[in-house]
């Protein structure tokens, strides 16, 4: 089973159930419902037929909503009650999810139909009239929706409208023992025939195992004492005050699939040997089994919503802080703060011209995009100038060229703060820092996170689940993880400025002390000046930071009005696998509570709720690239945006080359894997950078992190004697080594203009 039949019979089930709950599919035999939890769990159905699909949804979601689970309980031990019980309440459950869905009546017909082509219900070769009792006629009559004909006698009808006329899973009890009764009368009358043995109806139900009389056998009619009490009137919805489900366990359909006899041969009574169960329905039960998928089991998680001022750490909070750590050692900070002050200006006023170039040739690529796309349409009205080609020419009419509006752009940017980072996220954060300096020039809003597992310092470190989500049973539990915002089109040139400054530091400080580079700081050491013990490089919370953009992405669009959103993730690996924990609710305490499955199941799914609608994605295993591409790819359908994904490379060993330059689809023969290989290579090797297909990504680029040193090449050695060739050659290089040191600009530019 894919993805889209898990979803497609979800929307089906949670329909028919007329509320929101949450609908899945695994390894089961029967449909259950938890009214805890609001799950209905329904079989993985393998059949290849959309309507014996849906028309087994429709009855399993039928006896999740009208048959109370205990009722079951009192019929446990007697199978030839429970077999007639299952029968008639098939019966019942059937006409009213019919009666209230109409689509589904040509489900059941159809889907009949095709199981009974199968032998499903073990009618081949049988005369429907003479080879069957009454409970198999009844049952065979009500699957086909009435479609197949049987020559019922005046008392059969009698059976019939009181089938008709069941409303509660009481009548059903009522009816099925007086049936039952009845049945075994006129079986001890049948044996009194001189041809008994011979009788048909002897081989097909072993009749030959049957008490002599059913004189001990009670009648059945009327006696209800033990009867959970008085039928309840039917509620408004449709269901009776019985069969509401508000507040009753997991309820499944208890049929004969745990009966010895299953093969059709009928099941064991209680009352001893008489063996008078319907032998079609235990055909079927014993033949369920091939429209079951049980080579699948599923393991189902959905996300917490996220509280964003919890997972968000503020640039108020970012810039307060850094302030604070800077004053703990005042002498340090007075002396060092000129310093980086006066880096970080030289870096900006040497990247200016760079920036401002990439700027004019965004606009340029904008603009030829927008004429590409432009369309010319005649006006009506005459052109004087073909006037004169009238005779000729029957295009004497003026046009128009109309060009489609620009899109209003928006980009957020989540950037890898973890350990592997420290060598070289300097040159990162300077690419960074360009590209939001671009977006600042082209009016694109932005924001900038660089996303940690770092804890507050007034967070309780013994706690390793994150407490910046809303959690519900069925959630999966979140490991540590914020988003600290760096940098923002909302704020002022000075407040922006300011904080990009402090983020220069951090780079600076990691730089210092991680990197072969520390011996170009002589005259101060960034790594001398403290840092807050919250911005300290960490883990890699990848998926994480997405499922707050889940919830982020959709407000920026919605506040900013963007038409063409951009999410760019710079990081230098996979995210963190997470945890395994699923949230469940202790009922006695009524406290959520962290939980390891028993049985994992060999495929996870994703569920994402989007408003009233549910979405279910299926990645084997809780890893990190699978579901990093889960989440991306809900963030590109249901909230349209563009993901850019650049993979910082420090060293390029075999692992790397082979995994991602190489196809994606495994499914590729080697030879032409290959081939894709050592294209991807040469470019890479030439060009610093190279994009791979990355499930998730709209684009991916392999980034080799050593030679993303941000050039502000000046051209030095002009002089008045050098020919006006060599000097264009000098400008020529210094300005390729400029526009191509600026890998993020240049492949955002390239796909967002």
Not at 563 to 591: A, P, Q
Not at 716 to 742: A, C, H, V, W, Y
Request: proline share 3%; glycine share 6%; aromatic share 10%.
């Amino acid at each position: 089973m894919d993805t889209l039949n898990i979803d497609t019979k979800s929307q089906l089930a949670k329909l028919i159930a007329t509320e929101n709950i949450t609908v899945q599919q695994n390894n089961v035999k029967t449909a259950s419902f938890d009214v805890v939890n609001r799950i209905l769990t329904l079989p993985i159905f393998k059949t290849d037929s959309k309507d014996v699909t849906d028309m087994l949804v429709a009855h399993e979601c039928a006896h999740a909503l009208y048959t109370p689970s205990n009722g079951w309980k009192k019929i446990a031990d007697d199978d030839e009650l429970r077999s007639y019980v299952n029968v008639l309440e098939d019966c019942r459950i059937d006409k009213k999810i019919q009666k209230k869905y109409p689509g589904v009546v040509t489900n059941y017909i159809n889907g009949f139909e095709i199981l009974n082509r199968q032998n499903f219900f073990g009618l081949k070769d049988k005369d429907y009239d003479k080879d069957l009792m009454l409970i198999d006629k009844i049952n065979i009559f009500y699957k086909s929706s009435k479609k197949l004909q049987f020559a019922f006698s005046n008392t059969d009808n009698l059976w019939l409208k009181q089938v008709d006329s069941l409303k509660s899973f009481n009548d059903v009890i009522k009816l099925a023992k007086k049936m039952l009764e009845w049945q075994k009368k006129e079986i001890n009358k049948l044996k009194k025939l001189p041809d008994f043995d011979n009788h048909i109806l002897v081989e097909n139900y072993n009749l030959n195992n049957a008490e002599n009389d059913s004189k001990d056998s009670k009648d059945g009619e009327g006696n209800d004492s033990n009867e959970e009490g008085k039928d309840k009137q039917e509620a408004p919805d449709g269901k009776s005050e019985s069969e509401s489900n508000q507040d009753k366990p997991a309820v499944g359909d208890k049929t004969a699939e745990d009966d010895k006899n299953s093969n059709g041969s009928g099941a064991v009574g209680a009352g001893g040997d008489m063996a008078l169960g319907s032998i079609t329905n235990n055909w079927f039960e014993g033949h369920k089994e091939k429209l079951l998928d049980n080579s699948k089991s599923y393991y189902y998680r959905s996300i917490p919503d996220p509280i964003l001022n919890k997972v968000i750490h503020s640039n108020a909070d970012f810039i307060n802080d850094m302030k604070k750590s800077f004053m703990n050692d005042k002498t340090t900070a007075r002396n060092y703060l000129p310093y980086l002050n006066k880096e970080y200006k030289k870096f900006i006023n040497e990247s200016k011209k760079t920036i401002m170039y990439l700027v004019k040739e965004f606009e340029m690529k904008k603009a030829a995009t927008a004429y590409k796309r432009s369309t010319t349409h005649k006006t009506g009205t005459i052109d004087p100038l073909k006037l004169h080609s009238y005779k000729f020419n029957d295009d004497i009419f003026k046009r128009l060229s109309v060009s489609p509006d620009a899109k209003n752009h928006g980009m957020m940017m989540l950037l890898d703060w973890s350990g592997s980072m420290c060598d070289t996220i300097f040159k990162t954060v300077q690419q960074t820092i360009q590209l939001v300096y671009f977006c600042q020039k082209t009016n694109i809003p932005f924001e900038l996170y660089f996303f940690s597992s770092e804890m507050d310092k007034d967070e309780d470190r013994s706690k390793k689940r994150s407490t910046g989500f809303k959690y519900k049973p069925g959630d999966m539990a979140i490991d540590k993880i914020k988003l600290v915002n760096v940098a923002s089109h909302k704020l002022k040139k000075q407040k922006l400025d300011e904080s990009l400054m402090y983020l220069y530091h951090l780079a600076m400080y990691y730089d210092n002390r991680y990197s072969w580079r520390s011996n170009v700081y002589t005259e101060y050491k960034p790594d001398s000046v403290g840092i807050p013990g919250e911005y300290y490089l960490g883990s890699t919370p990848l998926n994480e930071a997405l499922m707050i953009m889940l919830k982020l992405v959709p407000l920026f669009k919605k506040k900013y009005s963007i038409e063409k959103m951009n999410l760019i993730t710079l990081t230098d690996g996979g995210g963190n696998h997470g945890s395994s924990e699923t949230m469940k609710l202790d009922i006695d305490t009524n406290k959520l509570y962290g939980s390891y499955p028993d049985d994992r199941g060999n495929t996870d799914v994703f569920i994402y709720k989007k408003k009233n609608h549910e979405v279910k994605d299926e990645y084997y295993g809780y890893r990190s690239s699978g579901f990093t591409g889960t989440i991306l790819n809900l963030l590109r359908t249901y909230h349209g945006i563009t993901t850019i994904g650049f993979y910082l490379i420090k060293r390029i060993r075999r692992f790397e080359s082979e995994h991602y330059f190489k196809s994606q689809d495994m499914s590729m023969p080697y030879d032409k894997r290959e081939v894709i290989y050592q294209k991807n290579r040469v470019k890479f090797n030439k060009e610093k950078v190279c994009d791979v297909p990355q499930t998730g990504y709209d684009d991916y680029y392999i980034v080799n992190a050593k030679d993303m040193k941000v050039e502000n090449t000046d051209l030095e050695g002009i002089n008045d004697t050098m020919k006006p060739g060599k000097i264009k050659n000098l400008f020529s290089k210094s300005m390729k080594g400029r526009i191509t040191s600026r890998v993020l600009l240049n492949k955002f530019i390239e796909k967002v203009a």
